[in-house]
């Protein structure tokens, strides 16, 4: 016997469909790029640059680095935004501390402008 109506997806093939443009959707040039906040002093050859706590950094993200505050005796860190770093642990590598650099880098659909 022949169907004659239009073709049913199964909801499973719905789901998957939607789920993979949702996820291109967030992947988008829009998005902003993962930055990590990390002491530009501590760079080790092989590990990288180790992270810190975002309070260390300022919440601009001029890569102008903030203080931390503290006792007195308390060392006192600087820290920089590091843009689309490869983490491992505590430790990130082969990032940019240029905001526009990391966004040049672009996401899936992105022309490599930069925009949106």
Same mark, same amino acid.
């Given at each position: 016997?022949?169907? /004659?109506?239009?073709?049913?997806?199964?909801?499973?093939?719905?789901?998957?469909?939607?789920?993979?443009?949702? $996820? $291109?959707?967030? /992947? @988008?040039?829009?998005?902003?790029?993962?930055?990590?906040?990390?002491?530009? +002093? @501590?760079?080790?050859? *092989?590990?990288?640059?180790?992270?810190?706590?975002?309070?260390?950094?300022?919440? @601009? @993200?001029?890569? /102008?680095?903030?203080?931390?505050?503290?006792?007195?005796?308390?060392?006192?860190?600087?820290?920089?935004?590091?843009? +689309?770093?490869? *983490?491992?642990?505590?430790?990130?590598?082969?990032?940019?501390?240029?905001?526009?650099?990391?966004?040049?880098?672009?996401?899936?659909?992105?022309?490599?402008?930069?925009?949106?």
């Amino acid at each position: 016997m022949e169907r /004659t109506g239009p073709r049913r997806l199964r909801s499973s093939t719905v789901i998957l469909g939607s789920m993979g443009a949702l $996820a $291109a959707a967030l /992947t @988008s040039c829009g998005s902003e790029p993962d930055k990590r906040c990390v002491d530009p +002093d @501590s760079y080790d050859v *092989v590990k990288g640059y180790r992270i810190i706590d975002s309070s260390a950094c300022k919440s @601009s @993200s001029s890569g /102008t680095g903030g203080k931390k505050s503290g006792k007195r005796d308390t060392k006192r860190v600087d820290g920089d935004w590091y843009y +689309d770093p490869d *983490v491992s642990g505590r430790w990130a590598d082969d990032g940019t501390f240029s905001k526009s650099q990391a966004a040049d880098r672009g996401g899936f659909g992105c022309s490599g402008s930069g925009g949106g």
